[in-house]
């Protein structure tokens, strides 16, 4: 037989929080390499967004691989805008003369969910960012900054 589900209380009373993750591996915050190929769009995506993931203290080395998906994606976002602009709009001309959607309408719905979910990963929506918890910056062993104000 199964051991009973513990109810919420208990949950919290055995130290478990659902918005609060614990840092096993207590990674160093760093800006790390890009680990895709990636194009000039999502390129230009990764430059924009790992300085301010880093100065958040959202951003270790192990993060990479996701920050690399949302370069992608929002490489592919703006991919798909561009040719949505380019090939008329939503609506376009059909093979039959009737009007039909766009598919790169369809592929701009689906790079916008997809980013969408990848963002709030890294607490980038204000609903997500009050559950995201950057890890403090620690400071250099050896020193002790309140040595510096107790003198």
């Keep these: 037989m199964p051991p009973r589900p513990r109810c919420n209380e208990a949950n919290r009373a055995a130290g478990a929080h659902p918005y609060r993750m614990r840092d096993v591996a207590d990674l160093p915050a760093e800006i790390p390499a890009c680990p895709f190929d990636l194009d000039a769009r999502a390129q230009?995506?990764?430059?924009?967004?790992?300085?301010?993931?880093?100065?958040?203290?959202?951003?270790?080395?192990?993060?990479?691989?996701?920050?690399?998906?949302v370069a992608r994606a929002m490489g592919d976002l703006e991919e798909a805008k561009a040719r949505l602009t380019d090939t008329g709009g939503p609506v376009i001309e059909g093979r039959l003369g009737?009007?039909?959607?766009?598919?790169?309408?369809?592929?701009?719905?689906?790079?916008?969910?997809?980013?969408?979910?990848?963002?709030?990963?890294?607490?980038?929506?204000?609903a997500a960012r009050l559950k995201v918890q950057a890890s403090p910056t620690k400071p250099p062993k050896g020193k002790d900054p309140m040595e510096e104000i107790l003198g």
């Excluded at 880093?54 to 691989?65: I, M, S």
């Excluded at 598919?103 to 929506?125: C, D, I, K, V």
């Design 44 to 69: 230009a995506a990764w430059d924009h967004m790992a300085p301010r993931l880093h100065e958040r203290g959202l951003l270790t080395a192990a993060y990479g691989p996701a920050l690399g998906l």
């Design 98 to 126: 009737n009007r039909v959607t766009n598919p790169w309408a369809h592929e701009y719905q689906r790079a916008s969910t997809n980013l969408r979910h990848l963002l709030t990963e890294f607490g980038l929506t204000p």
